[in-house]
């Protein structure tokens, strides 16, 4: 019953911006930390920790290549954001959001970990490319 749904990506040249949703179903986004990871073509399973935004202190984490660059955030609507605001090709890879308990993440910018995350949503492309 609980769900998330990822959607906004596409097809971006290099330092344009895009802006990434996550819809909540089933429950309360608010009761949750919202995180997006990525996995990038040929590392497999693996998923990098870019961002959370946590649920009982509204802190922030950021992964170090991302910083500046990303904002996290979340709504009224029962939907999280991640706004990209200069995308490189790096970046190109499936987004995911995921929640869980608290923000499972390194205070010196190492990222996220994906196992502490219990649900998921499908991913969205994003491919970065003049």
């Known amino acids: 019953q609980m769900e998330l749904q990822e959607s906004g990506g596409g097809l971006v040249q290099p330092g344009g911006p895009l802006t990434l949703s996550c819809a909540a179903s089933g429950f309360t986004l608010d009761d949750y930390s919202i995180a997006w990871f990525r996995r990038a073509p040929g590392k497999g399973k693996e998923r990098e920790g870019v961002?959370?935004?946590?649920?009982?202190?509204?802190?922030t984490y950021y992964k170090d290549s991302v910083k500046g660059r990303f904002t996290i955030s979340r709504d009224d609507s029962n939907t999280g954001y991640l706004q990209i605001h200069s995308l490189k090709p790096e970046d190109t890879a499936v987004y995911y959001c995921?929640?869980?308990?608290?923000?499972?993440?390194?205070?010196?910018?190492?990222?996220?970990?994906?196992?502490?995350?219990?649900?998921w949503g499908r991913g969205t492309q994003v491919t970065v490319s003049s």
């Open positions: 995921a929640i869980a308990s608290q923000c499972f993440c390194s205070d010196n910018g190492d990222g996220c970990y994906e196992a502490d995350f219990g649900l």
């Open positions: 961002s959370c935004l946590s649920n009982t202190n509204s802190k």
